[in-house]
């Protein structure tokens, strides 16, 4: 079972045969309470992390993903070619193979990586420390978090690194990266968490990371960022920069999150359910929180609440700003959805919520989200524009599957046929079909009676991305 709470050993200086720090001392009599001080003395200067490196580098594996992908022929379009070969021209397939890091958690075999190390791979395998290589499957995976949880089999009890308490971090304290940049081996950086709860990195949707300074390079993502009692804190994901390498700005999934991640893995689960509370926020600026009479911008400002649902059951309102959920503050809307996500489906939530009548607190239910009604999905066939997308009535779930907004609705693209008619027309996954031929669109039905008849063109309108964009084909 994967426990973040057993206590991990600190470091004995002993091994590198230099004296205690008194600092160190308190620290492994406090146990999990960690005494920060500043180094006082040249021995404390003198102090290794090689005891900690000794503990811990034996779980970060090496994930080695291959993946088949065609390439388009260069004659493909060629009028003198396709004479012969017709529009199916011959391509090319080829192997193209990626290098990331991984952690073992479990002893059994359950190994964490990001998402986008093993995206599309047909095979995956992993390296551990010690040389030996198992062909590892796919657990769970989740894009919007870009978390990945592996299994191997194999000879075990495996090493593994513990989870530690990510929430518990403060800024200034030191880490350890571990990892396999640019496939060089494995290479431990050391440096400081920079900053906290960071978002709008333009890393993917998730923005709840932890920012450090430890060395992170091409290679190392998927890898262990450890704390100084040899925990994990954090899964490193990816780095700013111009140049493709690292400029001191690293970030890190928090492990809590990853360990919500890999317990739903754990207990057999497809897919890490997120809580659902029926309401959308948005970031709160300055202007609007001066308008609330708020201090300052911090929070999450409620943009819209569904009729019916949990936040509106409990009286959360249009224009509220929730700044803390169960007593731990909420900087921004990415931050709200990180809280929700690490509480997980079940039970109930605390929001603290300040607006124009002051500060109240309401408690929410966290269940999960509606699921999808049956007939709501549709393969388009015929000779219709349209032929070839599979369609969808818009749910939260979906929606949240699809990383659209969730209060978003309306009739959605979730496939498109290879070839088909759809592809040459341009339709693609996430589009809004939201009218034919002058007919409004809003559920799958409407679309089925729209594209019954035989009219002489075609005219519809499709929502892509938020923009309106009309068609229209004789």
């Known amino acids: 079972m994967i426990d973040g709470d057993k206590a991990a050993p600190v470091p004995d200086s002993s091994a590198t045969g230099a004296t205690p720090a008194p600092q160190a001392e308190a620290a492994a009599r406090a146990g999990d309470e960690v005494v920060r001080q500043v180094p006082q003395s040249r021995g404390d200067m003198l102090q290794s992390f090689s005891p900690l490196v000794k503990q811990t ?6 994930v080695y993903a291959d993946r088949t992908v065609q390439s388009r022929s260069p004659f493909a379009g060629d009028p003198f070619f396709e004479q012969f070969f017709g529009q199916r021209m011959p391509n090319r397939t080829e192997k193209q193979s990626s290098l990331g890091s991984g952690v073992m958690v479990e002893a059994s075999g359950i190994i964490i990586t990001n998402n ?82 960071r978002n709008r990195v333009g890393i993917s949707d998730f923005g709840f ?49 990853v360990r ?3 317990l739903a893995a754990e207990a057999g689960g497809d897919r890490f359910e997120r809580p659902y509370i029926g309401a959308t926020f948005e970031t709160l600026t300055p202007e609007i929180a001066d308008a609330l009479g708020l201090e300052n911008s911090n929070g999450a400002l409620v943009s819209a609440v569904e009729d019916g649902g949990p936040a509106a059951k409990a009286g959360l309102k249009p224009g509220d700003v929730v700044v803390a959920m169960n007593g731990q503050s909420v900087q921004h809307p990415d931050a709200l959805g990180y809280r929700l996500a690490t509480t997980g489906v079940g039970g109930t939530a605390d929001f603290t919520v300040r607006g124009r009548g002051g500060e109240r607190t309401v408690t929410i239910a966290l269940v999960p989200m509606p699921a999808d009604a049956p007939g709501s999905k549709l393969l388009i066939g015929g000779d219709s524009p349209f032929a070839g997308v599979t369609v969808a009535d818009l749910s939260p779930r979906l929606a949240s599957d699809l990383r659209m907004p969730p209060n978003t609705s309306g009739v959605v693209v979730v496939d498109v046929t290879r070839r088909s008619l759809a592809e040459r027309y341009g339709f693609e996954p996430r589009d809004i079909i939201a009218a034919v031929n002058g007919a ?3 559920q799958v039905d409407d679309l089925r009676t729209a594209l019954g008849g035989k009219p002489g063109f075609w005219k519809f309108d499709v929502i892509r ?5 009309r068609q229209f084909i004789r």
């Not at 580098?57 to 090496?62: C, D, E, I, L």
């Not at 919007?144 to 191997?152: G, P, S």
């Open 57 to 62: 580098a034996p779980a970060v594996v090496n």
């Open 116 to 197: 986008h190390v093993i995206e599309g791979a047909d095979d995956i395998r992993v390296a551990l420390a010690d040389g030996r290589e198992f062909e590892s499957k796919v657990l769970l995976k989740d894009e919007r978090f870009d978390v990945a949880i592996l299994k191997i089999e194999g000879d075990g009890p495996f090493p593994t690194i513990e989870f530690g308490d990510s929430d518990a971090l403060e800024v200034g304290d030191l880490v350890l990266a571990i990892g396999n940049p640019f496939g060089v081996g494995q290479t431990v950086t050391s440096g400081i968490i920079s900053a906290l709860a």
């Open 209 to 257: 990371f932890i920012q450090t300074d430890a060395a992170i390079n091409p290679g190392n993502s998927g890898g262990a960022l450890i704390d100084m009692n040899g925990r994990l804190i954090g899964i490193n994901t990816a780095i700013f920069s111009r140049s493709g390498g690292s400029n001191g700005i690293g970030f890190a999934i928090p492990a809590n999150l």
């Open 260 to 262: 919500a991640v890999a």
């Open 440 to 442: 409004e669109i809003r």
């Open 465 to 469: 991305n938020g923009r309106l964009m």
